[in-house]
């Protein structure tokens, strides 16, 4: 069943990346599979709906739960990192306050591995943030903002 | 979930955390000398000092006010760590460390101490002795407060600074062995048995003071002196040179000064990460000594007497404090106020590690 569901989200981000304008074989690549299986899913071939009806309700759940969701589903984290980001609802505004201390928390749970220190400072590459918002909540001096765009 | 995992070794600990890098924060309870700015600087209130003079005063010998007649006042059995870290609050940003004038606390990200990183911030300061100035004197050995420096030195060999040689003309000894009696270097002896008389005169113990020819009854004793009669027995001056080295332990070193304040050469140099004053208000003072046991730099002493008499004053040698602040909190009666006006870092552009580093000032 969960097998399923990992198709559904794979498939979900096929379409989307088949939106944005990206070849059969480029998407294999991002995804991982091969041509053929991307071929079927975009021909909606060998697919459960039901799966992509859940599949859609996991990507429309609060980023954190998504997320969460996601990790449970699939197994291998940059392929989970690829889904989340092209299949994310919204795009993020990320502000790092001067009260930061560089202790480097965030960069240890930034699940998407987009923030890294630099000169004692956390640095967020807002364009791969899923919104999950933990380093927000776990920032030990609160000097992390994640808005929506 | 991420956790801070920590290690205990008898009263020093390791606190790691191990995820993208590996973040470990040490704790060396021996190179602590409990100033407290770990505690007033750490960001999560996750650090707490003990009571620290009553752990110095746990020190064997210690006595209250340096008084040797009042042993009762030492606090037997009060053997703690000198601070706590709560590992659960600890984020291992490792501000501690950086700002730990005595690096009792050292952060090290994937192995490499936040020293040897240039993002972060460190004091500027030194000890350091130089050999080519260093005569091995040893009163730096004597004054370090810390036990931190160890100078080792190589004597020249004795006999071939002395300036003559005696001999005995076996003719004239009778082997009464007064000479033997007189010799303040025991360098003769005298074998007096009928039948077996002998006298031998160990050249190495030797010093040439002509107290054995001064006081035989026979003037049976020669004396050859080598610097008057012949040139070729001069001195050599480079067997007086006396050789070591001379070694601070960085660990354990707070760059007080004592080393180059008693130096009698320009071989010591120093210079201390804060600059300040200290003070003493003697009408709140009342010699208890708490400040001269807590003191790493030995800046604060109390003189040591003897009897039934009242210390009156604490001796300041403010040149040796290192406005660490160790006394000032440990003062049960609020009469030392340290205060530090410059703070010597190197560049950061962390605008909060700035603020942390001049938060020191007061």
Known sequence: MPKHIASGLKYLTAVKLKEQGQNQQKIADELDIDRSTVSHYLNGRNLSWNSIDVAKTITDLEPKDFLKMTQAIIQNPEQIRKIVNICKKNEYETIVEDSCIGCGLCVDLCFMKCIKLDSLKAQITSRHCCGCQTCENECPTNSIKILEI | MIKNVKEVKDKDFNIERSAEEIRNLSFKNHVCIGCGICESTCPVSAIELEEIGAISRNKINTTFSGHDKLPQNIHKGFD?????????????????????????????????????????????????????ECIYCQKCQTACPRDA????????????????????????????????????????????????????????????????????????????????????????????VVTGSAIIDQELCVKCGWCEGVCPTDAAKHKKPFKGSLDVDQNKCQTCGACADVCPCDALTIPSLKGPVKVDNVIKRDEYCIRCGACEKTCPNDAITVKITNVDYTPTNSKTWIEALEALKN
């Open chain 2, 149 to 240: 420096i160890t100078v080792e030195r190589k004597l020249p060999n004795r006999a071939d600074l002395v300036s003559g040689e005696i001999e005995v003309n076996e003719d004239d000894c009778i082997y009464c062995g007064i000479c033997k009696e007189m010799c303040p270097a025991e360098a003769i002896e005298v074998d007096s048995v009928t039948g077996e008389e002998s006298i031998v005169i160990d050249k190495d113990k030797c010093v040439y003071c002509l107290v054995c020819k001064k006081s035989c009854p026979t003037d049976a004793i020669k004396a050859v002196c080598r610097i008057c009669s012949y040139g070729d027995y001069d001195i050599n001056p480079e067997d007086a």
């Open chain 2, 80 to 132: 703690k760590a000198k601070l706590t870290i709560d590992e659960h609050k600890c984020v291992l940003c490792g501000m501690c460390s950086g700002l730990c004038p005595a690096d009792a606390l050292e952060l090290t990200i994937n192995g490499v101490p936040i020293a040897n990183i240039d993002s972060y911030p460190h004091f500027i300061s030194f000890a350091e002795i130089d050999d080519d």
